[in-house]
């Protein structure tokens, strides 16, 4: 367990909840019998990233739940694990220990994949999936070009075994990525500090070379090759993307994936980068509303 303190937030209130042999800590907030949205955030983040979207689904009477991933923020950090399936799999589970079968979905960067999953492997548990920062799962059949393999650059260096851990560990690298994919808002020294310090601790430093290198090997070639053309998402689905987002730079918002997500409309955000939640929290919580209330 890490020893970082949590950060504050006003009605917020924090457990740990066992699923599939782990710890989760769990953020939550409003009324428990509430209308229950689970948040998900993304790398290198936590619950904490939802700071300023959670007041607004509070506002609305909803029950919010934001759990941390496995090997993020002050949840457990095993050694394996880490395929995209592995995540949905975790938040399915915990979500039946806390009583929670049907839910509204928010999720960001590795938490919106794992959200794209989990409304495939358990369509009858998701009511609506609002996704953040992060491409589709079926994506057009081209040569990635080379700019967009480019973005890229990051993830392997983060998942090598020997410099992904170091980086991690020293702290700056976190620090810069934070800093220079947010272009919209800036982060104050203790908003950093929430997110760098527990990535600096050993075992949550090796999840996250785990995270890439685990995509990197053994999910981005699968993807790009259309593996999952054979399934189809019936969930009521809404993409924000950042203008400014380098991941997204050469994503295409229309095209092949209508015929496998019908369900699904894509919204450019202009003057936004890749922390969507963060840069423009009052727009996650109008679009949620648009899309629950449908």
Known sequence: MTAVPLPHVEGVSHRDVHARGMRFHVAEAGAPGGPPVVLLHGWPQHWF??????????????RVIAPDLRGLG?????????????LADDVLALLTELGVERFDL?????????????????????????????????PPAERPSPRRLLTLWYQVALGSPLLGPALMRNGEFTRRVLKLARTHGRYSDAELAAFVDVLREPDHARATQQYYRTFLLHELRPLISGAMKDRTLTTPTRLLWGRRDQILQGAHATGQHERYA????????????????????????????????G
Do not use: N
Request: net charge negative.
């Open 262 to 293: 019908p369900t699904m409309t894509i919204e450019w955000v202009q003057d936004t980068g890749h922390f969507l939640p963060e840069e423009r929290p009052e727009l996650i919580v109008e679009r949620a509303r648009e899309l629950f209330a």
């Open 49 to 62: 990233m939802w700071r300023d979207v959670i007041p607004g689904l509070v506002s609305d009477g909803r």
């Open 106 to 138: 928010i999720g960001h960067d590795w938490g919106a994949f794992a959200g794209f999953l989990i409304c495939l492997t358990a369509p009858e548990r998701v009511q609506h999936y609002l996704g953040c920062s992060i491409p589709h799962l079926w």
């Open 74 to 86: 002050w949840s457990d950090a095993p050694k394996t694990g880490y395929l995209k399936q592995e």
